[in-house]
């Protein structure tokens, strides 16, 4: 229990300043800046709906992580830029267990699940030969320890929207481990139709974000994110 109360208040203070967001702007996009003020800077331009991880905003400016064409990457925009996925409708918390959460709204329901990791099932490479640090599982890298093997796993992430049963799919959480299932937060645009569901999860030195996003009854893209 005094482990669980540590970690919650590092995961408040950690939220208080850094969170997914959406970029919104009036133009439809935004720049995103090498630095922190206007100039010939520009590095990139990002649509309106595309989901950045933002850190504290610092003279008006917030750096942001996010992942584009399979490739990391990091900049600045300004701060009115960005709409946080917390402004939008929350689904609320009906239920609680140690490997399984529910969340309902009139006609939503989410389920997320975890079960342990059994290694002897999966596939372990190691970096060297003596086992000390594993480097993948099934042929991928992984999030959730820094080169331990994973003591828990997602297990199932269910939706049921106007009664109709979705399931996201395996490949969509088959590399994210040790789930702390009361950091879920779910929250839904009603405007574009747009759930997100998100977490911050860890063992301790592997933490990460993570937001899977649900676009008109379909599961459309995830984004992950150290959060540091």
């Known amino acids: 229990m005094k482990k669980i109360f540590v970690f919650l208040i590092?995961?408040?203070?950690?939220n208080a300043s850094a969170q997914f967001a959406v970029i919104k702007d009036n133009d439809g996009y935004v720049n995103i800046?090498?630095?922190?003020?206007?100039?010939?800077?520009?590095s990139d331009k990002l649509n309106n709906g595309f989901v950045v991880y933002c850190f504290e905003p610092k003279n008006n400016w917030i750096n942001i992580d996010y992942s584009k064409n399979d490739k990391d990457k990091?900049?600045?925009?300004?701060?009115?830029?960005?709409?946080?996925l917390t402004e939008f409708t929350k689904i609320p918390l009906i239920k609680e267990t140690q490997t399984k959460v529910i969340f309902e709204k009139?006609?939503?329901?989410?389920?997320?699940?975890?079960?342990?990791?059994?290694?002897?099932?999966e596939k372990l490479t190691f970096l060297g030969n003596n086992k000390s640090f594993l480097k993948e599982i099934n042929g991928k890298s992984?999030?959730?320890t820094d080169g331990e093997i994973p003591k828990m796993t997602y297990k199932k992430i269910t939706l049921i929207i106007d009664k109709k049963t979705i399931e996201l799919p395996k490949s969509s959480f088959d590399d994210l481990f040790e789930p702390t299932l009361f950091n879920t937060r779910i929250n839904y645009d009603s405007k574009s139709d747009i759930l997100y569901i998100s977490s911050s999860n860890s063992d301790g030195a592997g933490g990460y974000e993570i937001v899977w996003i649900i676009e008109k009854g379909q599961y459309k893209e995830r984004k992950v994110a150290y959060g540091f």
């Open 10 to 14: 590092m995961f408040t203070r950690i």
């Open 106 to 121: 009139d006609d939503l329901i989410i389920s997320i699940e975890s079960k342990k990791f059994e290694s002897n099932l």
């Open 142 to 144: 992984f999030w959730g």
């Open 33 to 42: 800046r090498t630095e922190a003020s206007k100039g010939n800077n520009t």
């Open 74 to 84: 990091n900049g600045y925009l300004y701060k009115d830029r960005v709409q946080y």
